[in-house]
């Protein structure tokens, strides 16, 4: 299968590596609007080749990944729709109710199914793609009635060979679910380190005090702004409901040590320990 990849950072890329070696793809072609980008990932053995001709990429491809900032994706998905016969094209966004009505008119709509790997870390660029990135991790795919029975197929059968575990939500359930257990992770994290770096004025007492669970806790503020700010654009209303709960929640703690009332900490803590019955 000849697959093109739009977009090289850590999805993209890490997909690339995992179709190659899974052997389910013996030619990948990759653009990238950054030159630099393009370079690195053909230095790399990400793709094949390298190329900034989209159509060309689009017409020559079986399986075409759209991996671009979700603002870019909905101009990209319709120039690449444009080009679209008999090829299949997933995008591999975290938002997709706009992205969706983007294209909802499209004649080639039944070609595209959209999908989420839910698989990522901080780190972004070529240099980030790694292999085993979607190992016995879960593919959210949107919508499947929109798209032809043979796309949604191929795509199943593709993923569950990387392997990972298929669920399928609409359009609506999943930026809902996602502002849940992803995007809030990211916003929690972004703002504690902006608490601590205004706060702790002395970076090397950062670097020598700071515990593994401050580390863990704090390592996806080092995500890039041009991959989150689209995201928390497009599933503003989401983002703004799970966040106003969460701020509702941390006010409520502060509460509770503000008027020493540890039982009721206590009470609290409890309560959040049952998260444990889901998360192994």
């Known amino acids: 299968m000849i697959v093109t990849i739009i977009g090289l950072g850590l999805i993209g890329g890490s997909l690339a590596i995992s179709l190659k070696e899974k052997g389910l793809a013996n030619h990948i072609i990759g653009l990238d609007r950054n030159l630099e980008n393009l370079l690195k990932a053909h230095e790399l053995g990400l793709i ?25 994706m909905l101009t990209v998905l319709p120039q690449v729709l444009d080009g679209v016969e008999r090829q299949v094209v997933i995008d591999v966004g975290s938002t997709k109710s706009m992205l969706l009505a983007a294209v909802a008119g499209h004649p080639q ?49 593709l993923f569950e060979q990387l392997p990972m575990t298929i669920e399928y939500l609409d359009a609506a359930a999943h930026d809902l679910h996602t502002a849940y257990v992803s995007h809030i992770s990211h916003i929690t994290s972004f703002a504690l380190a902006l608490t601590v770096l205004e706060k702790e004025k002395e970076e090397q007492q950062i670097f020598a005090l700071a515990s593994g669970g401050f580390a863990s806790t704090v390592r996806l503020a080092k995500s890039s702004p041009d991959m989150w700010v689209p995201i928390f654009r497009q599933n503003r209303v989401n983002v703004l409901d799970v966040l106003d709960e969460h701020i509702k929640q941390l006010q409520h703690l502060r509460h ?14 409890e309560q959040a320990n049952l998260i444990r019955k889901i998360l192994k």
Do not use: W
Request: hydrophobic letters at 45%; one cysteine or more.
């Open 48 to 72: 094949d080749e390298g190329t900034n001709d989209l159509a060309a990429a689009v017409r020559r491809a079986d399986l075409v990944v759209v991996a671009v900032p979700m603002d870019s």
């Open 109 to 157: 709509r039944g070609r595209f199914v959209a999908v989420h790997p839910m698989a990522g870390t901080e780190y972004s660029g070529p240099e980030a793609a790694v292999p085993e990135l979607f190992t016995d991790k879960t593919l959210v795919i949107c919508d499947a009635e929109q798209s032809d029975a043979d796309a949604v197929n191929l795509v199943q059968n």
């Open 256 to 269: 509770l040590i503000a008027t020493e009332d540890y039982p009721a900490v206590y009470q609290r803590i």
